[in-house]
Every structure is written in structure tokens, then in C-alpha cells.
């Protein structure tokens, strides 16, 4: 019989020493880069769950006018805060509803002018990254309104305005 617990006790300290842990949180991150737009030609939104106090978010915000173009400096934004977990937990439920299979009518879209919307989500260890051209360019077609909800709903997060982040002229209706 102490043959028997010695094992089993070892293999609980083991398993609780070096097992994996399971997050509750994921990051999230939210890049544009434009490839001609002055004000917000390159965003950068990051969402992180607060190690520390799991009630709140850490927010980061970076914008960036177009490199070169001279009176736009104001329009820069560089920013951090915290926000509630209330909007965030609908984050992470809209990213629940993406697809990949969603994503391969994308493949053979390129383009030159335009902008690339690139989401990021999961932990330091293990993410997946979704980066789509023009996203708001023919939306329903390419199947990306789930993706574009999801953009929208960061944007909206962080209170910035979806339309100057985003192309206007193409926002499905």
C-alpha cells in the first residue's frame, strides 16, 4: 500500500507543480495601417486583462499620422489607461464568433492602396492573428462582418470614432 501512495502523491505535486495553468483572460490587439491617409494612417489599440486586479483592463492607444506630413503632429496619440471589464467581456464574445473558414475568401484579395486591419488575440504564449486587407471593401461578400463587429466594437471601446479609423466610403450599411 505505501508503494501505491508514494506514486500517487508524487504525481499530484508534479502535476500541480509544473501543470499548465488555464488564463481567464485573453490580450487583444488592433492594428490599421493605411497605405495613404493622413490622421490615423497606423493604429495601434492593445486590451489587456490587469494581472493584478482581474476587475479592470489595462487600455493602450497609439495613432500616427501619415510619416512625413507636415501639421498633423497633433493629431498623434499616445495614451494609456484602464477601463471596466463590462464592454470588454463583449469583446472577447464577439471574437468567439469568428471563423476561419470565413477568412480563405480573403486569400486572393490584394491591393496596393488600401489599408490592412490586423487582430491579434490570445495570451503571451499562444495567439491567433487575423490580418485582412480593405475589410470594408465588398464586407458581406468576404464574409467579414463578424470580423468588422469585432473591430468596431475596440474601437468603440477605446472611444474613438470607427469612421476615421476606418474607410467611410465602404462601411457596409
Known amino acids: 500500500m505505501l508503494k501505491l501512495i508514494f506514486p500517487v502523491v508524487l504525481f499530484f505535486i508534479c502535476n500541480f507543480s509544473f501543470g499548465q495553468t488555464k488564463h481567464e483572460w485573453i490580450d487583444i490587439k488592433l492594428n490599421i495601417k493605411h497605405s495613404k491617409r493622413i490622421p490615423n494612417n497606423f493604429v495601434e489599440i492593445s486590451i489587456e486583462r490587469n494581472r493584478v486586479n ?35 467581456s463583449k469583446i472577447v464574445e464577439s471574437i468567439k464568433y469568428l471563423k476561419q473558414e470565413d477568412f480563405y475568401n480573403n486569400f486572393s484579395l490584394m491591393g496596393v492602396d488600401g489599408y490592412n486591419a490586423i487582430l491579434t488575440f490570445g495570451s503571451s504564449s499562444n495567439s491567433i492573428t487575423y490580418n485582412v486587407f480593405s475589410p470594408t471593401f465588398n464586407t458581406k461578400n468576404r464574409k467579414l462582418n463578424p470580423f468588422l463587429e469585432t473591430c468596431e466594437l475596440i474601437v468603440d471601446y477605446v472611444d474613438l470614432n470607427f469612421e476615421n479609423i476606418f474607410e467611410k466610403k465602404n462601411l457596409p450599411k
Do not use: H, M, Q, R
Open 54 to 88: 482581474k476587475k479592470v483592463v489595462n487600455v493602450e492607444i497609439k495613432s500616427k499620422p501619415f510619416k512625413g506630413a507636415k501639421g498633423w503632429e497633433n493629431s498623434s496619440i499616445d495614451t494609456v489607461f484602464t477601463a471596466s471589464l463590462e464592454n470588454y
